[in-house]
């Protein structure tokens, strides 16, 4: 088979056209406890939800990836989703609701820019459409997404004042971060000059560079390392799609 060809999204959009995935979704759900994913009626009527949402908009429903909601940052399954949308499986991912995607809405401005910057539809049972073929489309959309940039510009804010406040007294603060130093520079340069984050991951990756976990960069991981680096490098939306590359 031929290696798709031209830019990441046109690429990724090739991948997901040779393994069948139009008119297909993956459902993302969240639950409060370890067994209401196992056997719990909440975890059956949100599947039954989406299902019927997903036939209604003429989709089909291939799977449906279960969260346990914890006070963990991390989430296993939403993370695994997104890998099984860029590898083909489906064009889109479906939800009972916008915010069951985000740990916060700062973490959903991130989420709608990921969707958008991959071409991958969004849809969810209570609010419809959120992103169609790249573009948002929900006329909420754009208000909640706003008062998540307000939220992260208050929280870098404090955090900013913090480690002012902290170095002022002579105290030395936690665990360095992660993915920090020069090549989070490169990152940022890379991204100012309107390379998506996946784009950038896969260049590191095949460069041979690790995260400081030791594991493969993930568009996330770029998003966060862009971030500690010059957070008006992640505009809302991202930038426009450069062809050629």
């Not at 995935?21 to 209401?36: C, D, E, P």
């Not at 985000?102 to 991130?110: D, I, K, M, W």
């Not at 309107?194 to 493969?216: K, S, V």
Request: aromatic share 4%.
């Amino acid at each position: 088979m031929a290696r798709p060809r031209g830019t990441t999204r046109q690429r990724e959009q090739q991948v997901r056209k040779l393994n069948g995935a139009a008119g297909k979704l993956i459902g993302y759900i969240r639950v409060s406890t370890s067994g209401q994913a196992e056997n719990g009626h909440s975890l059956d009527g949100q599947r039954d939800r989406l299902q019927a949402t997903a036939e209604r908009e003429g989709f089909t429903l291939v799977d449906v990836v279960c969260d346990v909601a914890s006070g963990s940052k991390q989430r296993d399954g939403l993370d695994n989703l997104q890998d099984r949308i860029l590898a083909g499986e489906a064009q889109g991912i479906i939800t009972p609701k916008i915010d069951r995607l985000g740990r916060s809405q700062v973490h959903l401005l991130h989420f709608v820019a990921w969707c958008t910057e991959h071409t991958v539809d969004l849809l969810t049972a209570d609010e419809g459409w959120q992103v169609r073929d790249g573009k948002q489309v929900d006329k909420m959309l754009p208000f909640r997404l706003a008062m998540a940039q307000v939220e992260l510009e208050r929280i870098r804010e404090r955090t900013r004042d913090g480690l002012a406040a902290a170095k002022a007294k002579g105290i030395k603060l936690g665990q360095p971060a992660l993915n920090v130093g020069p090549l989070a520079d490169r990152a940022t340069e890379l991204r100012r000059q309107g390379m998506t984050w996946q784009a950038i991951a896969d260049l590191f990756n095949a460069e041979g560079h690790r995260t400081a976990r030791g594991a493969e960069f993930r568009s996330t991981t770029i998003a966060r390392m862009i971030d500690r680096v010059d957070p008006s490098a992640n505009p809302p939306g991202g930038y426009a799609q450069r062809s050629g590359g």
